[in-house]
């Protein structure tokens, strides 16, 4: 996997459209947050450990929370179709509607809620050049035809947190996660990973929508 350059100024308030978003999910059950992975292994040691470093409540020292829950997993292999995208992050998510639609077309199901894959820090990226995907996980490999591609998220440790509440206001939570992997003197080692866990059109309260936002970590040279 392309190593990231994405950094804690990795943070850019981006306008979803939430009716988009939630024909999306149609169909789809909502998903769970998984806890950390039992047997995973430890980032530091790599040995295994029943679970991951947790740091519940943590303080912080960005809004707008007062307290900033994260842990760390060994994320599983997820194989999923995607549309690439280079320009600005606030497009991203416009695609989202065409992938499902290009799914259906060829016939294929999903398996999970989409996601996204932010590569670049915007901070040190030029808005031209900034490399995203939106994706749909998939149930196994399959060799979709243009303009679908194909690709697997490998398994890897991340560091992870769920975060409640509008989907464009998600980024808001990056700086905090970077807090807590600056404490186990972590960096990001690919892309930032955004689960869109639960429809839109399914809660009358912005504030019900939940985020699962993953950072895969390494030690820091």
């Given at each position: 996997?392309?190593?990231?350059?994405?950094?804690?100024?990795?943070?850019?308030?981006?306008?979803?459209?939430?009716?988009?978003?939630?024909?999306?999910?149609?169909?789809?059950?909502?998903?769970?947050?998984?806890?950390?992975?039992?047997?995973?292994?430890?980032?530091?040691?790599?040995?295994?450990?029943?679970?991951?470093?947790?740091?519940?409540?943590?303080?912080?020292?960005?809004?707008?929370?007062?307290?900033?829950?994260?842990?760390?997993?060994?994320?599983?292999?997820s194989?999923?179709?995607?549309?690439?995208?280079?320009?600005?992050?606030?497009?991203t998510?416009?695609?989202?509607?065409?992938?499902?639609?290009?799914?259906?077309?060829?016939?294929?199901?999903?398996?999970?809620?989409?996601?996204?894959?932010?590569?670049?820090?915007?901070?040190?990226?030029?808005?031209?050049?900034?490399?995203?995907?939106?994706?749909?996980?998939?149930?196994?490999?399959?060799?979709?035809?243009?303009?679908?591609?194909?690709?697997?998220?490998?398994?890897?440790?991340?560091?992870?947190?769920?975060?409640?509440?509008?989907?464009?206001?998600?980024?808001?939570?990056?700086?905090?996660?970077?807090?807590?992997?600056?404490?186990?003197?972590?960096?990001?080692?690919?892309?930032?990973?955004?689960?869109?866990?639960?429809?839109?059109?399914?809660?009358?309260?912005?504030?019900?929508?939940?985020?699962?936002?993953?950072?895969?970590?390494?030690?820091r040279?």
């Amino acid at each position: 996997m392309q190593r990231s350059s994405i950094s804690n100024s990795h943070v850019q308030r981006r306008r979803w459209p939430c009716a988009a978003l939630a024909a999306v999910f149609a169909g789809l059950a909502p998903s769970c947050v998984a806890p950390p992975t039992e047997g995973a292994l430890d980032p530091q040691t790599g040995q295994p450990a029943v679970t991951g470093v947790y740091a519940p409540g943590v303080p912080t020292s960005h809004p707008p929370y007062k307290t900033f829950q994260a842990s760390w997993k060994t994320r599983a292999d997820s194989h999923y179709v995607y549309f690439e995208h280079i320009g600005s992050y606030v497009e991203t998510a416009a695609l989202i509607p065409s992938l499902v639609r290009e799914l259906n077309a060829q016939g294929l199901a999903a398996d999970g809620p989409p996601f996204a894959l932010y590569f670049d820090d915007p901070a040190k990226t030029p808005l031209a050049q900034l490399q995203s995907r939106v994706c749909m996980p998939i149930s196994g490999s399959r060799s979709p035809k243009a303009p679908l591609r194909y690709d697997l998220l490998p398994q890897v440790n991340v560091a992870y947190a769920a975060v409640s509440g509008p989907y464009p206001d998600a980024p808001r939570a990056y700086p905090h996660l970077f807090e807590y992997m600056d404490r186990f003197n972590w960096e990001a080692d690919g892309p930032i990973r955004e689960i869109y866990v639960v429809a839109p059109g399914s809660v009358r309260d912005p504030r019900d929508l939940l985020c699962e936002i993953q950072i895969p970590v390494a030690t820091r040279q």
